[in-house]
């Protein structure tokens, strides 16, 4: 598959937010011809299928900004400096639901955006779960939503539940839950 | 869920690339808290699952860039101005495949990014292919690569296919298709 690949020539900081950092960088393409990539830098994120001591599955609803929509989701977080992923699913499993895991599985990797973002995802099964408390953000608005897988997999299905990383969570967390 | 809404108050465009349009919106939290948030706008994506007359997927390898990676993936592409999902659905399976499809069929919508971009993307199954010829754009790269849906599932599950909307899309045509 080496024919496919673009070679970096150049890169540019164009913006450097809060929280986006995008680059421009000259790429060479196969046939030698020179094209630009805009592209975001992201720490990467933990993605956490948090198993109830009931079974339930703790989803949360939270607000996203960029489509302006409340999404039902599953509990997830970027890395911060220096953390590994496990670090992250921990720490944010604590921060978002109040529980922590003492069997914490990693399921999976995925790409949410290759298209313009490096992002990586870390799929976590977190089970054994002990009540701690939420740290919550200050300024992060969440609401727990605990479901049955069951009801869980129909709202996937239903088209219900349309973020990425909660429909493919949830849709391997029920083949190793079920199997 | 009206509780967890954040309130636009303004929005200023901070980047425009060739690709990327990157903004920056002051925003009132429902705490009445004031913050940012900074997103990308994109205008959306079909992303198509073609059953080739044998009953193969035709999937493809394709270079990303961001990633480093080629990746292999559903065939999809972003919407031109003024364009309909289905039109884009047409366009860029015959654009990036050689094939036009007499039967799409619309199966979900998903969001892959919803942190920090408001994309969203529409999967269509397309069956009763007709091979046409490939309108490839001169600067991409694709290599085709046909599979049976046997053997995509397994890649999906080993983690060989780590792209969000091809695991999404394979998982919901094998439910369809295997119905």
């Known amino acids: 598959m080496s024919d496919l690949i673009e070679k970096r020539q150049s890169s540019t900081k164009i913006y450097s937010g809060r929280l986006l950092h995008v680059f421009k960088d000259d790429v060479e393409l196969p046939n030698g011809h020179v094209t630009t990539r805009e592209y975001i830098k992201h720490p990467g994120a933990a993605v956490m299928i948090p198993v109830l001591p009931d079974g339930d599955i703790m989803l949360i609803k939270q607000f996203r900004y960029p489509i302006g929509m409340t999404h039902i989701e599953l509990p997830a977080g970027k890395l911060d400096p220096g953390e590994s992923h496990l670090e992250t699913a921990k720490r944010e499993l604590e921060e978002e639901i109040g529980y922590k895991s003492n ?3 990693e399921l ?5 955006c290759t298209g313009y ?5 870390w799929i976590y099964l977190a089970e054994d779960l002990e009540k701690t408390q939420s740290n919550m953000d200050h300024d992060e608005f969440i609401e727990l939503f605990p479901v049955s897988l069951e009801k869980a997999i129909t709202m996937v299905w239903s088209g219900e539940i349309s973020d990425v990383k909660t429909i493919i969570g949830l849709l391997w967390g029920n083949r190793i839950l079920s199997s």
Chains 1, 2 share one sequence.
Request: aromatic residues 0%.
């Open 117 to 121: 973002s490096d992002e990586k995802m």
């Open 108 to 112: 999976t990797e995925i790409h949410p």
């Open 103 to 105: 069997k914490l599985t």
